[in-house]
């Protein structure tokens, strides 16, 4: 995949997120000591959050092979994971200058497994460093929260998504148009992962082919703002609306999709009128609370019908 070969190896690399880098850049020059140890970096899906937390963990001196652990907190969740990571957080480093753990989609710990981060996370040994990434900050507990250096990952603003998606067509020589390329920008909302996929999707397609691939995209869009629009509906019937606009949206990125759901629900959620409203909202957000990588579009769609239930 092109975004894995575009991914960013230091800082200098990185396009936007200038204050996250600047601050990590001054952490990595102060003494052990003085340095914070766990670090909660949040934000939307593909904005650079674990890419970021690798180009740190590298500047640590941490070995990659030897001292490095990373974990899919959707697959890796449970309290006998975390208990190994806090026996194993005391070992001094085998190689490297120091130890790093890395939680992906941190919000998916269990709160068992939280619990038992928050004395090794706040009573860290000076080599040991934890990263938690994730989406869904609120979802892990204000305890742990606390004791991490937070770093916000904003969307991108177009004209930095436009250097991105210009350095692959430098990199890959292919030359795109230029509308092309603005439709790709337009489309990636943001998101730079989400603009080297289209780019990829793109890239060997004729100005008039692209174009229309790319507008395609954007009605699918148009398609899910139908969607969120039907799951917060207090609607009888809005299960088998929700069932008529799925079987309407054959090609989906459902990790975007996700995000664009959940935004719109958090957007209602802010203007509810009462906490019974309110609470119906957030248990709709906490739904999509999945990972679709194994359960695929069966399960995209069984948990958009879930939060019709809610």
Not at 18 to 34: F, G
Not at 36 to 55: D, Q, Y
Not at 86 to 100: D, H, N, Q, T, Y
Not at 195 to 203: D, F, G, I, N, T
Request: hydrophobic share 40%; with cysteine; aromatic share 6%.
């Amino acid at each position: 995949m092109l975004y894995q070969a575009m991914r960013p190896k230091s800082f200098e690399e990185v396009v936007g997120h200038e204050s996250v880098v600047s601050a990590m850049q001054k952490i990595v020059q102060d003494p052990p000591e003085l340095r914070p140890h766990a670090f909660l970096l949040s934000g939307e899906s593909g904005c650079g959050k674990t890419t970021v937390a690798r180009i740190m963990i590298n500047a640590l001196g941490v070995d990659p092979d030897l001292d490095y652990t990373e974990l899919n907190a959707a697959n890796s969740r449970g309290i006998d994971t975390v208990r190994e990571v806090v026996a194993r957080a005391s070992f001094p480093p085998l190689k490297g200058e120091a130890r790093a753990y890395l939680f992906d989609e941190a919000h998916q710990l269990t709160s068992a497994a939280q619990e038992a981060l928050l004395k090794v996370v706040e009573d860290c040994p000076l080599h040991c460093y934890f990263f938690f990434c994730t989406t869904v900050p609120d979802g892990l507990i204000k305890t742990l929260r606390n004791r991490c250096t937070k770093h916000a990952f904003p969307k991108l603003r177009p004209p930095q998504i436009m250097e991105i998606v210009l350095i692959a067509d430098a990199v890959v020589g292919m030359s795109l148009d230029e509308k092309v390329i603005e439709k790709v920008v337009d489309c990636a909302d943001g998101c730079p992962r989400e603009a080297l996929v289209l780019y990829e999707k793109v890239m060997h397609l004729d100005k008039e082919t692209a174009l229309n691939s790319l507008s395609t995209t954007i009605s699918i869009e148009k398609e899910i703002v139908d969607l969120c629009r039907v799951i917060v509906s207090r609607r009888d019937t809005r299960w088998r609306d929700a069932l008529k606009t799925l079987s309407n949206i054959q090609d989906i990125d459902m990790e975007a999709a996700r995000r664009q759901i959940t935004g719109y629900i958090r957007k209602v959620m802010l203007g509810a009128k009462n906490k019974e409203e309110a609470a119906v909202l957030a248990a709709q957000i906490q739904a999509f609370d999945k990972n679709f990588t194994w359960g695929g579009r069966a399960l995209f769609d069984s948990v958009v019908l879930e939060a019709c239930t809610i």
